[in-house]
């Protein structure tokens, strides 16, 4: 008996590894589909010049000089092709965001570059919103073995988080976007295989996303007068955003006392 529970425990993680390498499979098959539906919209792009397609084919940028050069291109791009372009920046966030692949925060950016604050922050809310959606989704559909392999006991604490909060999942939802408690990426795959029902999850995250969402979009209104990218936050701009956070905080809060005055009603009612 003593030797079969680490035997049987190695088999069980053997099954685990199993099975999240044919999701992960699964999922790089989706990717492949989802990277070849982009191809028909670059057919409709103006053609890209050798050097525009050198300077596009670094992103992320690394440095200022270059998120200064590819924000150019799409400017010009933009001007002659502002709705192809346009579809095409929102289905890049949205297959990035979706399949977790950094640089979503630069398009955010490049968003108040080309848009505008206040355009760029509503078209950067819904579409990283959509995006997050996606990404539960996938999840829910081919995501449980990878989640489980990856981050075990944190998906466990997780839910039961989750079941202790059942009836105040949007409150929690709204903080722990706001605030850095657990990365946004394990938010997204984590939610759907702990019980987060998609209304809770979707509101959650446009409401608790707006605050960062504001400073990276206000950030790329400002490129042309930065030194380098250590400079996209100002003081103002993080001001800002740690107000949008207060206020979405303050209605998480008046929610979650709200249910639970009703509750408390109810039960003295019984």
Known sequence: MASGGPDRESGD????????????LAGVALLAVLLLSLVPLTWCLPALSAEDLAILKSFPPRTLGTLLEQREIILRYAATSPGIVAVCFCMAYVVMQSLAIPGTLVLSVLAGAIYGHWRGWALVSGIST???????????????????????????????????????????????????LLPNTFINVASPLAGVPVWPFSLGTLLGCMPNNFVAVGAGTRLSSMNSLADLYDARAILLGLGFGALALMSAWLQRRHAGASAHIAVKEE
């Open 130 to 180: 959509l995006g997050a959606l996606s990404c539960y989704t996938l999840s829910l559909l081919i995501g449980r073995p990878i989640v489980r392999a990856l981050w075990p006991l944190r998906t466990e604490r997780f839910a039961a988080e989750v079941a202790a909060r059942r009836g105040q999942l949007l409150p929690y939802v709204i903080f722990l976007r706001v605030t850095p």
């Open 13 to 24: 993680d053997a099954r685990v590894w199993r099975e999240a390498r044919r999701s992960l």
